[in-house]
């Protein structure tokens, strides 16, 4: 199938061209004609399989037939990363059409935001909380929104915006068209998607679980050790890109401190750092000015770089769906991938035997597509020597020990080394 199918105006169509798009994906083949018809979606979809172009092309198309000063579709988005990354899509895809998008999030001026709403944007992209300072000062009119786009719902239900959510729903027409993806359904979404959507058509692409398309490795290490490993590994290893997750903003820090002093090219990315130099971070890691991102789950979603060839866990998450959004960051469309456990040679781990770690799987967790939630976090005498990343960790798709302490992508004629 090609996007010539759609049959999308020919300057849009001139867009997806331009940006190198050639064969829509699952997601854009089922989701798009549905869209394209007026109808509501519950979109249901694994990170990285293009749905933003799922529902972008078709607003476009819609904005197309004629034009407005007014705001058109909005699109709420929970980080700024993300709502960026959205903006971008619009931008680049329809730069051929008079459809004009800005993005709103915090962390920078209000002044420009509101500068391009009041010359006429059809297209708000939006994360929940600078929204809501522009509705209450008036900034923005949503009473001619046609299309609204709730993305990465489980995100936002995870960072609290639901309650925001809830007030921007009260802001927008009844009568509109209402598009609703999400990588997991958590209870809480499930009940906002009902009372939203108006006979959705519900688009599902693979399964709620950990992508298929990545390799994934455990590295049984004492804490101690961890940033030695690493060291080791990104040296030994061959890479492009690396994303490495750490579970606070402080460790972030540190660690692309002490990787840098090893002559990497790295930077951090943590909720701390002003919106510029997030910004810079994520261009940098984008444009290779950077082949190291060190994040916290900030970067878990909206983060869409090309050649990120690991994702490394270096404090495994306490979650399945966030240990799902943070592989999610590579092997992204159409990748493939196996399971296993691995310890590096002619590492020096001191006492500690990887090897003699237990191995935490469940009954039936070995089997294709199972996964488990993991369990609350054990506590430990500082004594006790902990195992990183044998924890919080899904295991499935092969007949090996749970855990995944990174991940990497892989073409079907390349084989760089998974870890």
Request: charged letters at 25%.
């Amino acid at each position: 199938m090609s996007f010539e199918l759609f049959r999308l105006d020919t300057r849009i169509a001139a867009g997806v061209k331009a940006v190198g798009y050639t064969t829509p994906t699952p997601i854009q083949e089922q989701a798009i004609p549905v869209v394209l018809e007026g109808r509501d979606v519950l979109g249901i979809a694994q990170t990285g399989t293009g749905k933003t172009a799922a529902f972008v092309l078709p607003i476009l198309e819609r904005l197309t037939k004629g034009t407005s000063r007014h705001v058109r579709a909005l699109i709420i988005a929970p980080t700024r990363e993300l709502a960026e990354q959205i903006h971008q899509a619009c931008v680049s895809l329809g730069k051929n059409t008079k459809v004009r998008s800005v993005a709103i999030y915090g962390g920078v001026s209000k002044v420009p935001q509101i500068a391009a709403l009041r010359r006429g944007a059809e297209i708000v992209v939006a994360c929940p909380g600078r929204l809501l300072d522009h509705l209450d000062e008036r900034d923005i009119d949503l009473s001619h929104v046609e299309v609204l786009v709730l993305d990465e719902a489980d995100r936002m239900c995870d960072m609290g915006f639901l309650p925001d959510v809830r007030r921007i729903l009260s802001a927008v027409p009844a009568k509109r068209q209402t598009l609703f993806f999400s990588a997991t359904m958590p209870r809480d979404i499930r009940a906002l998607a009902d009372r939203i959507l108006k006979d959705p058509v519900t688009v599902q692409v693979g399964v709620i679980a950990p992508v298929k398309s990545v390799s994934h490795a455990l590295y049984p290490v004492p804490d101690g050790l961890k940033t030695e490993l690493l060291v080791k590994l990104l040296r030994e290893i061959p890479s492009e890109r690396v994303l490495v997750f750490t579970r606070t903003k402080h460790r972030a820090k540190s660690l692309a401190l002490k990787l840098e002093r090893t002559g990497r090219r790295v930077a951090a990315l943590q909720g701390n750092m002003a919106q510029n130099q997030r910004l810079n971070a994520i261009n940098g890691f984008r444009d290779g000015r950077y082949d190291v991102l060190v994040a916290t789950d900030i970067a878990a979603r909206g983060i869409d770089v090309e050649g990120i060839s690991h994702v490394v866990n270096f404090d495994v998450p306490d979650t399945v769906d966030a240990y799902t959004h943070r592989i999610g960051r590579t092997g992204r469309v159409d990748r493939t991938g196996e399971a296993l456990r691995r310890r590096l040679p002619d590492f020096d781990y001191g006492t500690f035997s990887p090897d003699a770690q237990p191995q935490r799987s469940r009954p039936g967790a070995s089997r294709p597509g199972r996964s488990f939630r993991p369990r609350s976090p054990v506590r430990r005498s500082p004594a006790r020597t902990r195992t990183a990343g044998t924890r919080a960790c899904p295991s499935y798709a092969s007949p090996s020990p749970a855990g995944a302490a990174a991940t990497r992508s892989r073409e079907s004629t390349s084989r760089p080394a998974a870890w």
